[in-house]
Antibody, heavy 120, light 108 residues
Framework: EVQLLQSGGGVVQPGGSLRLSCVAS????????MHWVRQVPGKGLEWVSL????????YYGDSVKGRFTVSRDNSKNSLYLQMNSLRSEDSAFYYC?????????????WGQGTPVTVSS | EIVLTQSPATLSLSPGERATLSCRAS??????LGWYQQKPGQAPRLLIY???NRATGVPARFSGSGSGTDFTLTISSLEPEDFAVYYC??????????FGGGTRVEIK
């Protein structure tokens, strides 16, 4: 069974940093690009970032560009999101998601989500 | 950035009824549109990709149609577990990927 297990969320002050993790199992992790998507509770979905299978290519939404860094360690089946210079508007649930098999940029499945709260 | 507009915001229906959800794109995305279902406290789940293809394990009562700028998700006969929020997503212009604002299907 494909599983994505997330960790690393929490409460941080404005300007602070946080690192999210996503550990994959049940599939060949290094064969798939991975995404991060966030959601303010009760609101819609916002795409955050994409990383290629080997980690050589990364892409970001405009709202996080220059502050967030996505990375992966294929030897550990792990995906990361380093979030720096956090703002109150970054408060959201953050989901990691795998690209659907043979269908780039469709997201399936998603991790369980981890909450990030930026507040003083 | 491609903007996706979903309507209606809320759909109030009874089990067994047909649900028709709409997603309109600000420019043509050809058939590069998908649908996700999200239940309370859960992550989204892919239902439909490339406008009309059901993802693995998705019941046949879910169907997608459309191309260009206008798309529809139809649930032929609502089951109790189908009451949820549905989002459309485009991948035609994937930098960034964008999602619609969602349609909540609630029990009437």
């Amino acid at each position: 069974e494909v599983q994505l297990l997330q960790s690393g969320g929490g409460v941080v002050q404005p300007g602070g940093s946080l690192r999210l993790s996503c550990v994959a199992s049940g599939f060949s992790f290094d064969a798939y690009a991975m995404h991060w998507v966030r959601q303010v509770p009760g609101k819609g979905l916002e795409w955050v970032s994409l990383i290629s299978r080997d980690g050589g290519d990364t892409y970001y939404g405009d709202s996080v560009k220059g502050r967030f860094t996505v990375s992966r360690d294929n030897s550990k089946n792990s995906l990361y999101l380093q979030m720096n210079s956090l703002r109150s508007e970054d408060s959201a649930f953050y989901y990691c998601a795998k690209e659907a098999s043979q269908h780039p940029n469709w997201l399936d499945p998603w991790g369980q989500g981890t909450p990030v709260t930026v507040s003083s | 950035e491609i903007v996706l507009t979903q309507s209606p915001a809320t759909l109030s229906l009874s089990p067994g009824e047909r649900a028709t959800l709409s997603c309109r794109a600000s420019q043509s995305v050809y058939t590069s549109l998908g649908w996700y279902q999200q239940k309370p406290g859960q992550a989204p789940r892919l239902l439909i990709y490339d406008a009309s293809n059901r993802a693995t394990g998705v019941p046949a009562r879910f169907s997608g149609s459309g191309s260009g700028t206008d798309f529809t998700l139809t649930i032929s006969s609502l089951e109790p577990e189908d009451f949820a929020v549905y989002y459309c997503q485009q991948r035609y212009s994937w930098r960034p990927l964008t999602f619609g604002g969602g349609t909540r299907v609630e029990i009437k």
